[in-house]
């Protein structure tokens, strides 16, 4: 991985001090953009897999303050929470597995709280072949008991939208049935772009109905001439490209948030190409124009 690596500072150099301390000391932000941004680690799991410091060395390299968790890696919740301070990294937000939710929602407050984290979610609900009504219903269950254990500690659920949730039902989709049956003062939902294009379904349109539900924001691109229309929720990571170049239309998906009032921007990029990717996605949030 050293070229990688070699190559990723070299890229930092080229994006000089406007990447470093973009919009007053801020990674990722620009004239228009102004997030704030942190990143998913689990863009980087196969380097974090192998370094759980040098990777995070990585990621303060690249000037990200706030970081979204994916685990903590055989660390205990406090003991990763020091090693993030130790690297300047602040965590906002954590995804747990659907079955603590389900079967010990205090424990998951607990670590929550270990970690310092403002909201812990779901990215994944189990299910077989179709989602279904009675999966969703089954989840909006799990999702309303959660919000209210966490809230108790002073911590926000929210669920990780990915694509399946928008099977047909009624004059809607499931996914409609979740947001009305989940209680707004509880439960909160992460937009991630590419899980919301890929079934062909419009972004935009999505904020400008739920708006401020959508508390958090994964912010995807994805590879040009991909099918839409898939209700999959999984695709192959090799689609995922540097935002700005791919088939998302960014812009428009930009104002419509930042209008619905999300509060929280994370890049995830699943491609093996991450590490060449995410400067390019940097440079894109610092000079996009809405």
């Given at each position: 991985?050293?070229?990688?690596?070699?190559?990723?500072?070299?890229?930092l150099a080229a994006l000089g001090t406007g990447m470093a301390m973009g919009g007053g000391g801020r990674v990722g932000v620009g004239k228009d953009f102004k997030g704030?941004?942190?990143?998913?680690?689990?863009?980087?799991?196969?380097?974090?897999?192998?370094?759980?410091?040098?990777?995070?060395?990585?990621?303060?390299?690249?000037?990200?303050?706030?970081?979204?968790?994916?685990?903590?890696?055989?660390?205990?919740?406090?003991?990763?929470?020091?090693?993030?301070?130790?690297?300047?990294?602040?965590?906002?937000?954590?995804?747990?597995?659907?079955?603590?939710?389900?079967?010990?929602?205090?424990r998951v407050a607990r670590e929550a709280k270990a970690l310092g984290i403002k909201y812990a979610g779901v990215a994944w609900i189990p299910h077989e072949g179709d989602?279904?009504?009675?999966?969703?219903?089954?989840?909006?269950?799990?999702?309303?008991?959660?919000?209210?254990?966490?809230?108790?500690?002073?911590?926000?659920?929210?669920?990780?939208?990915?694509?399946?949730?928008?099977?047909?039902?009624?004059?809607?989709?499931?996914?409609?049935?979740?947001?009305?049956?989940?209680?707004?003062?509880?439960?909160?939902?992460?937009?991630?772009?590419?899980?919301?294009?890929?079934?062909?379904?419009?972004?935009?349109?999505?904020?400008?109905?739920?708006?401020?539900?959508?508390?958090?924001?994964?912010?995807?691109?994805?590879?040009?001439?991909?099918?839409?229309?898939?209700?999959?929720?999984?695709?192959?990571v090799r689609n995922d490209v540097a935002l700005g170049a791919g088939q998302i239309d960014l812009p428009p998906l930009l104002r419509a948030a930042r209008k619905a009032?999300?509060?929280?921007?994370?890049?995830?990029?699943?491609?093996?190409?991450?590490?060449?990717?995410?400067?390019?996605?940097?440079?894109?949030?610092?000079?996009?124009?809405?």
């Amino acid at each position: 991985m050293r070229w990688t690596w070699c190559f990723w500072i070299g890229c930092l150099a080229a994006l000089g001090t406007g990447m470093a301390m973009g919009g007053g000391g801020r990674v990722g932000v620009g004239k228009d953009f102004k997030g704030p941004v942190g990143l998913q680690l689990y863009s980087l799991r196969d380097s974090f897999k192998a370094d759980v410091p040098g990777s995070l060395e990585k990621v303060q390299a690249l000037g990200f303050r706030h970081v979204e968790l994916a685990g903590t890696y055989g660390m205990a919740p406090d003991v990763f929470r020091k090693m993030l301070a130790r690297h300047r990294l602040k965590p906002i937000a954590a995804h747990f597995p659907y079955e603590q939710f389900r079967d010990d929602a205090e424990r998951v407050a607990r670590e929550a709280k270990a970690l310092g984290i403002k909201y812990a979610g779901v990215a994944w609900i189990p299910h077989e072949g179709d989602f279904d009504e009675a999966e969703c219903r089954q989840a909006i269950g799990v999702f309303n008991r959660a919000g209210a254990v966490l809230a108790r500690h002073g911590v926000k659920f929210f669920y990780h939208v990915h694509g399946y949730e928008f099977q047909p039902y009624r004059e809607g989709t499931l996914f409609d049935l979740m947001m009305r049956e989940t209680d707004p003062k509880r439960v909160c939902y992460e937009m991630d772009v590419f899980w919301v294009v890929f079934p062909a379904q419009d972004p935009v349109r999505l904020l400008e109905q739920y708006g401020r539900r959508w508390e958090l924001m994964h912010l995807k691109d994805m590879r040009r001439g991909l099918p839409l229309g898939s209700l999959s929720g999984g695709t192959d990571v090799r689609n995922d490209v540097a935002l700005g170049a791919g088939q998302i239309d960014l812009p428009p998906l930009l104002r419509a948030a930042r209008k619905a009032g999300t509060r929280w921007y994370f890049i995830e990029d699943e491609s093996p190409s991450v590490e060449i990717q995410l400067p390019q996605s940097l440079r894109f949030l610092e000079s996009v124009r809405f």
